[in-house]
């Protein structure tokens, strides 16, 4: 069965520059959740969108922004990148908000 | 906000034994409850979740127990293989102003001893 892909899956950035995480939801899935998880932590909610629309916020910094596209598929995009930027973004999808399916995650490294 | 507490940390076990996760919630209007393992380097993947209407789910080796009036959740790995070592995740789905948000527990590194 297809699942969530993200990429890239590994990302070197130096402080203060931009990056651009993607994700492709399973087909058919109508939304899509961004999640942060450090080094020996639990996933953290950023936000997430339904239908195209943004649905949930939760702990994103304001550096931060996301949006889906007409396809479905979305992208966070996060600039003046700090060092406790680093962390496994992963990108969850579901349909009508049901059980979530996560993808394999974006490993960014900030140095 | 919403808070998940799960315990224990870490839970060595010997193959074939049970593992027995524990989590605590705050909120008592949520109503969604899954459990994700992690292993290294990879996603959270979805093993069992367990709504509100019910108080028990099985699947072969796992099952998940709910008791709404205590607001605590649990998960159940029988017959203990190798193959289940990894971090188990806990979670519950929390409503507030901002909206729905899966929060998670603290995770538990379960490991199974050959």
């Known amino acids: 069965a297809a699942g969530v892909i993200q990429s890239p899956r590994h990302l070197i950035k130096e402080k203060r520059e931009t990056a651009t995480l993607k994700c492709y939801p399973i087909?058919?899935?109508?939304?899509v959740y961004w999640y942060q998880q450090g080094p020996g932590q639990d996933p953290q909610f950023l936000i997430s969108?339904?239908?195209?629309?943004?649905?949930d916020k939760g702990s994103i910094p304001d550096r931060f922004s996301a949006q889906q596209f007409s396809d479905y598929h979305s992208e966070l995009n996060m600039s003046s990148l700090e060092l406790g930027d680093s962390a496994l973004y992963f990108c969850?999808?579901?349909?009508?908000?049901?059980?979530?399916?996560f993808g394999p995650g974006t490993r960014l490294t900030v140095l | 906000g919403e808070n998940v507490e799960q315990h224990p940390s870490t839970l060595s076990v010997q193959e074939g034994d049970s593992a027995v996760i524990k989590c605590t919630y705050s909120?008592?209007?949520?109503?969604?409850f899954p459990w994700y393992k992690q292993e290294l380097g990879k996603g959270p993947q979805l093993i069992i979740d367990?709504?509100?209407?019910?108080g028990e789910k099985k699947d072969q080796r796992i099952a998940v127990t709910l008791n709404k009036t205590a607001k605590h959740f649990s998960l159940h790995i029988t017959e203990t293989q190798p193959e289940d070592s990894a971090v188990y995740f806990c979670?519950?789905?929390?409503?507030?102003?901002?909206?729905?948000?899966?929060?998670f527990g603290g995770g538990t590194r379960l490991m199974v001893k050959p």
């Open positions: 969850a999808s579901s349909l009508a908000a049901n059980e979530q399916f």
């Open positions: 087909p058919r899935h109508d939304t």
């Open positions: 969108f339904y239908e195209k629309m943004q649905s």
């Open positions: 909120d008592s209007a949520s109503n969604y």
């Open positions: 367990i709504r509100s209407n019910v």
């Open positions: 979670a519950a789905w929390f409503y507030n102003n901002a909206g729905n948000m899966l929060t």
